[in-house]
């Protein structure tokens, strides 16, 4: 007899995510302020130039995670322990071999790194330090990412957001401690980063001692078509942790060109509005997949659609909200980050909100839509959504409308873009439901 999953406990999964993914999002701003604050916008500058690398080794260990946990819930959905235990250890291998190669370029070529990504003399040594650390860091955040998936998925959610919460806020103060009153300044910046997965793993290790866990360190052969198995399901966590950074360097470009640094000031704003709103959606998918890939596991259809269904309901209410704050409030919301008290800034900026948020309840169904596609080993699709809302259509789309309607275009790029990404993925989701006869 198949166990049903029921609104509670797809209310636990989804809750825990999202408080999870929030916090991760509140340290990051954090990390811009302090830098900002304490290093001024030499640091600010060294920190944007190394950010694609640091989004590079996270959507790597992203893919590792998400792709191997995902396949680990589809075995123990089918009761197939031995196989859900051979996944774990195989994401862990790949995880470890590709973090030495990370290793090995922060030793070697930190520097030549820095230099490429347009590192110039005033700048050169806080990117280069920034860069070093991260990559010597990199077994910590690729073995942290992994264990926070696998834990999630083996019914320990709790746990995984009590993880993420405690290395976030972890990172913030001690942000503050090491570029403030130790004056350790870039070093202390990254470092603060880089001890926060370190940290996070301790909390990890209860989830052994509580005895709940079903995987473990076993000595496996080196599987092929498992490793080929996670990176195909994970990719498409890849594919948006990266575009994500191309698109803001093109918006960038596009913006300063029409409205100059002050247009850049004002993306700014509504670019870190968008991290945590974005957060919250990706918070909703990490807190369906174990749900949806268990069902699969276990051919259950209805579990599947339900689940699927309530993921809907809940991005539409959150969209619904967040747009209806985003437009009665976006004049207050600037003034928090107008300091300067720019009226150019401010009149961008509130402009730019109100149509750049259009996009929210697209952007959530999207993000939810791709998830739940690798949940379901659907690997076509998912990484179809991924690379057309991710570069091949909004990057195009960015320079189109920006040609015809000037910054209106820039705001407009992310909600054309999503909306069609939206329509595509509406038309997938019939046909494999169809296929999977779960309608």
């Known amino acids: 007899m198949k166990k049903t999953i029921g609104l509670s406990i797809f209310l636990r999964y989804v809750t825990l995510n999202v408080c999870g993914m929030l916090g991760l999002s509140c340290y990051i701003l954090a ?31 992203l893919m590792f995670g998400m792709g191997g946990a995902t396949k680990y819930s589809i075995y123990m959905g089918q009761n197939h322990k031995k196989e859900a235990n051979e996944i774990f250890n ?24 820095a230099i490429f990504l347009g590192a110039t003399d005033n700048i050169l040594d806080m990117t280069n330090i920034y860069l070093k650390v991260i990559l010597l860091f990199a077994p910590a955040f690729l073995i942290n990412e992994v264990l926070l998936s ?48 370190l940290i996070s793993m301790g909390i990890l290790w209860l989830h052994k001692a509580q005895g ?8 496996v052969k080196f599987s092929s078509t498992m490793i080929g198995d996670i990176v195909k399901i994970g990719i498409p966590s890849l594919i948006t942790e990266m575009a994500a950074g191309i698109v803001m360097i093109i918006f960038n470009v596009l913006i300063l060109g029409i409205e100059g640094n002050i247009g850049v000031a004002a993306y700014g704003v509504i670019a870190n509005l968008a991290l945590v709103f974005t957060s919250v959606y990706t918070g909703i998918a990490q807190g369906v997949q174990p749900l949806i890939s268990e069902g699969y596991g276990r051919n259950d259809g209805k579990q599947i659609k339900t689940i699927y269904r309530y993921a809907l309901i809940t991005l539409s209410v959150v969209s619904v909200i967040i747009y209806a704050l985003c437009f009665k409030f976006a004049d207050s919301i600037t003034t928090i980050f107008n300091s300067e008290k720019s009226e150019m800034l401010q009149n961008i ?23 739940f596609f690798s949940a379901i080993e659907r690997v076509v699709p998912a990484q179809s959504i991924s690379l057309l809302r991710g570069i091949v259509l909004m990057v195009p789309m960015a320079y189109l409308l920006t040609a015809v309607y000037g910054m209106a275009g820039i705001w407009l790029t992310v909600p054309v873009t999503e909306g069609i990404v939206t329509a595509l993925g509406v038309i997938l989701i019939i046909k494999w439901w169809k296929q999977l006869k779960i309608y």
């Open 349 to 371: 900026a509130v402009e730019g909100m109100k149509l750049y948020f259009i996009a929210v309840p697209f952007i959530g169904f999207n993000i939810v839509t791709s998830v």
């Open 90 to 113: 195989n994401t862990l291998k790949i995880s470890v071999v590709t973090a030495g190669i990370f290793l090995l370029v922060g030793i070697l070529f930190s520097k030549q790194l």
């Open 150 to 197: 696998f834990i999630r998925n083996d019914g320990n959610p709790g746990l995984a957001m009590t993880a993420m919460l405690t290395g976030s806020f972890a990172n913030i103060i001690l942000d503050y401690i090491f570029i403030f009153p130790m004056q350790w300044g870039i070093f202390g910046a990254v470092i603060a980063t880089s001890m926060a997965p």
């Open 31 to 61: 990390d811009t302020f302090f830098i900002s604050k304490g290093l001024g916008s030499d640091g600010l500058t060294a920190l944007n130039l190394a950010i694609p690398v640091y989004s590079f080794v996270h959507g790597v260990a």
């Open 212 to 219: 709940k866990q079903q995987f473990f360190l076993k000595k």
